[in-house]
């Protein structure tokens, strides 16, 4: 209050390109951040390289900052929402999504690979439904930076709850589809040592397509046998 009311510029930056709404956003300060906008605080101005302050709120999961820079029109630009489903922020994506409706491309492709990576079951859910059957193939095709489908990112994890949303909400003949590098989910299941994610994969239909994992399998079975 006394630094604006001296006359301080609510959008002035740092020689490191910080921002005070950014940084009041980022700190968890509601107040701080209430008075930056109401003396005209810039709420798209990037601090840190591209980050603005609603993809910062959207990031730490904070619902009031989101809500309080949506209603001073903030931008919700395709970062905000990856940021949201990747911290697993479900009300905050929810929030963003009203204002800037999910259509199957290209960006909704990537809320769902990075919810499954993640861990962040409950995104995964949302955005199953919100996108319903249509472009299912599509869907389960989408890799990741690393050439990873969500189903196999999340079997490569151990995401088990994401890995039965997925199951759940997509047909058996799809829980084959390999990474770029030939794995399937059920494969990256056993070769990082999630026998839980093997056993879901395995009860929704998943099969052995090569020697090494019918070894695996089989072993499995075993062990489920004693």
């Known amino acids: 209050r006394l630094l604006l009311a001296a006359a301080a510029s609510a959008n002035a930056t740092s020689r ?4 005070p709404l950014a940084a009041a956003v980022l700190q968890g300060h509601r107040e701080c951040a209430r008075l930056l906008r109401k003396a005209g605080g810039d709420v798209n101005q990037s601090a840190r390289g591209p980050l603005s302050p609603i993809c910062l709120a959207a990031q730490a999961g904070c619902t009031d900052s989101v809500h309080a820079l949506l209603a001073a029109r903030a931008e919700v630009t395709p970062d905000a929402l990856l ?29 769902l690979l990075a919810a499954a990576a993640n861990g962040r079951t409950g995104v995964v859910v949302h955005l199953c439904r ?3 059957l249509l472009g299912a193939c599509t869907r389960w095709r989408s ?28 047909p058996s003949d799809r829980l084959g589809v390999p990474n770029l590098l030939g794995e399937t989910p059920l494969h990256l299941s056993f070769s990082h040592g999630h026998l839980d994610c093997a056993s879901i994969l ?11 994992l019918r070894v695996h399998v089989a072993c499995f079975k075993r062990s489920k046998m004693r």
């Open 16 to 19: 490191a390109g910080g921002h």
């Open 83 to 111: 940021h949201a489903a990747t911290s697993g922020s479900l009300d905050v994506l929810i929030m963003l999504l009203k204002v800037s409706p999910l259509d199957w491309d290209s960006r909704s492709k990537s809320l």
């Open 130 to 132: 919100q996108t319903g």
């Open 143 to 170: 890799r990741d930076h690393v050439g990873d489908t969500a189903l196999c990112a999340a079997a490569r994890h151990g995401h088990l709850g994401v890995v039965q949303a997925l199951i759940r909400h997509f």
């Open 202 to 212: 395995m009860a929704g239909g998943a099969q052995a397509d090569d020697n090494e």
